[in-house]
């Protein structure tokens, strides 16, 4: 059963920084594409970035500049380093990876879910 965790969410204040952390267990035979979402109440969840196992990268417009995404295909995990927060980007943070298994094929797999909250 693959699994992710996700750790690093909380209270911030405009202006600052936070980290979030995804980690995928369980039996699998690869992980492809790995990214962060949110999702605020009353719309849908939108991608915030992604990364490819090779390191490729794609964002948002909305967090250009300021948030940077990165993996380690070693231990499975992807981050996400947020940097110059702002109040309109609290929203529940949620982990995704496309996991290739080889008893049920390609599917996506999200984590349960981080709040990250920017005060003003």
């Known amino acids: 059963q693959v699994q992710l965790v996700e750790s690093g969410g909380g209270l911030v204040q405009a202006g600052g920084s936070l980290r979030l952390s995804c980690a995928v267990s369980?039996?699998?035979?690869?992980?492809?594409?790995m990214g962060w979402y949110r999702q605020t109440p009353g719309n849908q969840r939108e991608l915030v970035a992604d990364i490819t196992n090779r390191g490729s990268t794609d964002y948002a417009d909305f967090v250009k500049d300021r948030f940077t995404i990165s993996r380690d295909n070693a231990k499975n995990t992807v981050n996400l380093q947020m940097n110059s927060l702002k109040p309109e980007d609290t929203a529940v943070f949620y982990c995704?990876?496309?996991?290739?298994?080889?008893?049920?094929?390609?599917?996506?797999?999200w984590g349960q879910g981080t709040q990250v909250t920017v005060s003003s």
């Open positions: 995704k990876a496309v996991v290739v298994d080889v008893r049920v094929g390609v599917r996506d797999y």
């Open positions: 369980g039996r699998f035979f690869s992980i492809g594409v």
